[in-house]
């Protein structure tokens, strides 16, 4: 499955949070610590490729700039956010080989620009 | 912690450093699985090795689940992956990821061991699956919620991982001793779903095995509640789904336990007593080292309600001395009990309370509100045939009242005219007005009784004139004894 285009994210969610620069073994925390834990969720429970667990990922980074209660447990909120989203992917993908057999076109029928719904409240 | 930094300020910083740049993501699935099947092939051959846990591990891994998941292994290489999974050292694993495949591991084995069979070990495996999943909070969360509460999706997403269901039904196992009224419903709930998953379902076999569980513990609910048609319903259900799994024998032995528990509960004891040599013998043969002492416990009780005494005596003897019986509290509670009212019977009443009071912390632990309520009544009927009216009766206000937080309402209605009966012989009329008073609205829900309607027309009279006529509750005592049978 071809990769997703990153979505831009907008330059108002930025001002949430006052950035202050993540330090070299700070980064690396994170990508241990919650990137990759969370693109082997997307991976191996949705049975996603790596390259679409890395996308559904950043997304819902991007999501999280402007919808995490940081008051909650934003960690739960992750793990819930990707399995929405990975899921969303894996419905989409269905109806693309569904329409794709109906149609004769084989494997995929171009890729979608439409954003998908996340399907979840603030 | 990975930093002294707010979480939305991590997330911030690592979307800004990581924009427009591709992420390293570890070993790709197909590696992954390329390497699982090298690795399981050096485990069937040469045992776990532990060591710390690199990323790369941590995928080979889940792709190791999927292998065992998918193929057929035998025991002893499911015992081998997760005691690899185990023994690993895992740096800070803040999203459970040991637990999950723990999780996946220890359910292979229990299925294993379930189609094997191997019931001792199963019950081993469960007990780490179920560790393992309430060891998430995300599962936690799910599991406190209702049934009815949670969203169709909710379920679908999280019951449709196999861990999680068989720790659902687990937990279904507990509630139907401790609070029956309110698993009914969630028993019968999750059936209506797993019987919808059967024609959708490509692993239908487990879905029956877990239908008929599921439907197992809606019965023991009912037989709680006092509903013994529709316990008898649902165990039918049960033994239809289970006749249709792998191995069918141990399921259908504790469909026919539960069965004579419920002639046992409508005082047919004559009718079980030649049925449960056998039935424990099948126990004993299938290695279900539980069943066979709840199966010895159940012959004693009949042993004990047809006057067979010393034989009761000697089987309880069995059953608390067992090892296994250590490790229930309330099988140890319930067998304690019956030698207090053995000990009751055999005009021993100052031991027999001994015995009874040893029963208490057991019962208070398995948190079974028919053991706890069974507890009070026995010893308000050892001290009532000791003459200790006063005692007996705040004996049987204990019960009633345990019952009535339980919500089984046809016991707590019993054990009010127990009260009343011993409130009257003990001159306290007024009281024992008021205890008939709060006991009939109940028992007038619960059904009607057509031999009774004579004593019922007398007590209400009674009431009206704020006297209690004896006759008339020992009339409706005797109602209420039989109305068991027709529920």
Not at chain 2, 45 to 72: F, H, K, N
Not at chain 2, 111 to 134: E, F, H, K, Y
Not at chain 2, 140 to 145: D, E, G, Q
Request: aromatic fraction near 8%; charged fraction near 25%.
């Amino acid at each position: 499955m071809a990769s997703r285009a990153r979505r831009e994210q907008p330059p108002e969610a930025v001002a949430t949070h006052a950035r202050i620069p993540m330090s070299e073994p700070e980064l690396e925390a994170f990508y241990r610590g919650v990137f990759l834990p969370l693109v082997r969720r997307a991976t191996w429970k949705h049975g996603l490729s790596k390259e679409d667990a890395s996308d559904i990922v950043q997304d819902a980074f991007l999501l999280a700039l402007s919808k995490l209660d940081s008051a909650g447990n934003p960690k739960a909120w992750l793990v819930q956010v990707v399995d929405h989203l990975a899921l969303n992917l894996q419905r989409k993908s269905a109806r693309r080989t569904q329409l794709g057999h109906r149609w004769g076109l084989g494997d995929g029928i171009g890729e979608s620009s439409e954003d998908s719904e996340l399907g979840i409240g603030d | 912690m990975i930093s002294q930094m707010s979480f939305g300020a991590l997330v911030q910083n690592w979307v800004a450093a990581t924009k427009g740049r591709n992420v390293p993501t570890g070993l790709s699935v197909e590696d992954a699985m390329s390497r699982a099947r090298n690795v399981l092939g050096r485990l069937e051959q040469s045992g776990a090795e532990a060591g710390p846990v690199e990323a790369q591990t941590v995928d080979v891994l889940y792709a190791m689940c999927r292998c065992l998941e998918r193929g057929t292994f035998a025991l002893e290489t499911l015992k081998v992956a997760y005691d690899l999974a185990a023994s690993l050292q895992w740096p800070e694993d803040e999203f459970c990821e040991r637990d999950q495949l723990l999780a996946r591991l220890a359910y292979l084995a229990w299925n294993n061991c379930r189609l094997g069979p191997d019931c001792r070990a199963m019950r081993q495996w469960q007990s780490r699956c179920i560790s393992s999943v309430t060891n998430q909070e995300i599962y936690r969360n799910f599991l406190a919620m209702t049934f009815a509460t949670r969203s169709p999706s909710l379920n679908a997403q999280f019951l449709a991982e196999p861990p999680v269901l068989l720790t659902a039904c687990s937990t279904l196992a507990k509630t139907c001793n401790t609070q029956p009224a309110l698993a009914v419903h969630e028993a019968v709930l999750m059936y209506e779903w797993l019987t919808s998953q059967l024609n959708t379902s490509s692993v239908s076999e487990e879905i029956r095995y877990f239908a008929g569980d599921v439907a197992y513990y809606a019965a023991a609910c009912f037989r709680h509640l006092g509903r013994f048609r529709a316990h008898d319903s649902w165990l039918d259900l049960a033994q239809a789904h289970f006749a249709n799994t792998s191995y069918a024998e141990p399921l259908l032995a504790r469909v026919k336990w539960c069965r004579l528990v419920a002639l046992y509960d409508l005082h047919r004891s004559n009718e079980i007593l030649g049925e449960i040599p056998s039935l424990t013998a099948t126990f004993r043969r299938c290695g279900m080292e539980v069943d066979e002492l709840k199966s010895i416990f159940l012959e004693a009780s009949a042993l004990k309600f047809v006057g067979r005494r010393s034989e009761a005596l000697q089987r309880f003897e069995v059953v608390r001395s067992a090892s296994a019986t250590a490790a229930d509290p309330l099988l140890l509670g319930m067998t304690v009990l019956a030698l207090g009212e053995l000990a009751g019977q055999f005009g021993e009443p100052e031991r027999a309370l001994g015995i009874l009071q040893e029963a208490l912390p057991y019962l208070q632990e398995s948190g079974s509100p028919v053991g706890l309520g069974g507890m009070h009544s026995v010893t308000a009927e050892v001290l009532r045939n000791e003459g200790q009216l006063d005692a007996a009766a705040r004996e049987y206000g204990k019960a009633t009242e345990v019952y009535r937080a339980a919500g089984l309402s046809f016991q707590e209605a019993y054990m009010r005219v127990l009260r009343s009966d011993t409130l009257l012989a003990s001159g306290r009329d007024d009281e024992a007005v008021e205890e008939l008073a709060a006991a009939l609205p109940v028992i007038a829900r619960e059904g009607a009784m057509v031999d009774s309607v004579a004593a019922l027309a007398l007590l209400k009279e009674s009431l009206r004139r704020k006297r209690a006529d004896p006759r008339a509750i020992a009339r409706l005592r005797e109602s209420l004894a039989s109305m068991r049978r027709e529920i």
